[in-house]
T-cell receptor, first 111, second 116 residues
Framework: DAGVTQSPTHLIKTRGQQVTLRCSPI?????VSWYQQVLGQGPQFIFQ???????GRGNFPDRFSARQFPNYSSELNVNALLLGDSALYLC??????????FGPGTRLTVL | DAKTTQPNSMESNEEEPVHLPCNHS???????IHWYRQLPSQGPEYVIH???SNVNNRMASLAIAEDRKSSTLILHRATLRDAAVYYC?????????????????FGQGTTLQVKP
């Protein structure tokens, strides 16, 4: 079975631009969570979606938004990019409260 | 959210057992103890979890103190592929209605070095 997939693998943007990151969960998983991992730190929770509904949001500004589609894939959008948004963005899928399976991440660099 | 405390780094020799400690003195009765690890250039990977009793799986063992204020992840024979950052996480999947996400709250973790 395929694991969690994320695209793109790497991305370079400039300040003020907007970015969309994509995630496909493991087949049968209805929950998708997004995390941001800045270099040298542990991942920080951004959002969780379950059955297309937002179930939780971490301490991130409104520039961050996400949605989940009927096939349970998800997109994370970040507007008005700042240098500090440079990070590894991780997507994880699960059966809601079971263990989370992480994708390889999207490395975002903001110049 | 209950917090955990782990040593920043540990070293082990290949093929020797490794005991990774975690303190969680403010753990609540509904918090499960989860361990994830993150190998270099990869996303985190689930290792094991438990509530009160010790747990074993193909990857590791989890020993939980009787008062649940601490736990230890045990790798029985460390290999070079076990070199990673290990995160001890408390996860409440029972409390609070629709707002309970069961989210993972990662700390700094323990960086494990395995020497050949």
């Amino acid at each position: 079975d395929a694991g969690v997939t994320q695209s793109p693998t790497h991305l370079i943007k400039t300040r003020g631009q907007q970015v969309t990151l994509r995630c496909s969960p493991i087949s049968g998983h209805k929950s998708v969570s997004w995390y941001q991992q800045v270099l040298g730190q542990g991942p920080q929770f951004i959002f969780q979606y379950y059955e297309k509904e937002e179930r939780g949001r971490g301490n991130f500004p409104d520039r961050f938004s996400a949605r989940q589609f009927p096939n349970y894939s998800s997109e994370l959008n970040v507007n008005a990019l700042l240098l500090g948004d440079s990070a590894l963005y991780l997507c994880a899928s699960s059966l809601l409260y079971n263990e989370q399976f992480f994708g390889p991440g999207t490395r975002l660099t903001v110049l | 959210d209950a917090k955990t405390t782990q040593p920043n780094s540990m070293e082990s020799n290949e093929e020797e057992p490794v005991h990774l400690p975690c303190n969680h003195s403010t753990i609540s009765g509904t918090d499960y103890i989860h361990w994830y690890r993150q190998l270099p250039s990869q996303g985190p990977e689930y290792v094991i979890h438990g509530l009160t009793s010790n747990v074993n799986n193909r990857m590791a063992s989890l020993a939980i103190a009787e008062d649940r204020k601490s736990s230890t992840l045990i790798l029985h024979r460390a290999t070079l592929r076990d070199a990673a950052v290990y995160y001890c996480i408390l996860r409440d999947v029972v409390r609070g209605g629709s707002s309970n996400t069961g989210k993972l709250i990662f700390g700094q973790g323990t960086t494990l070095q395995v020497k050949p």
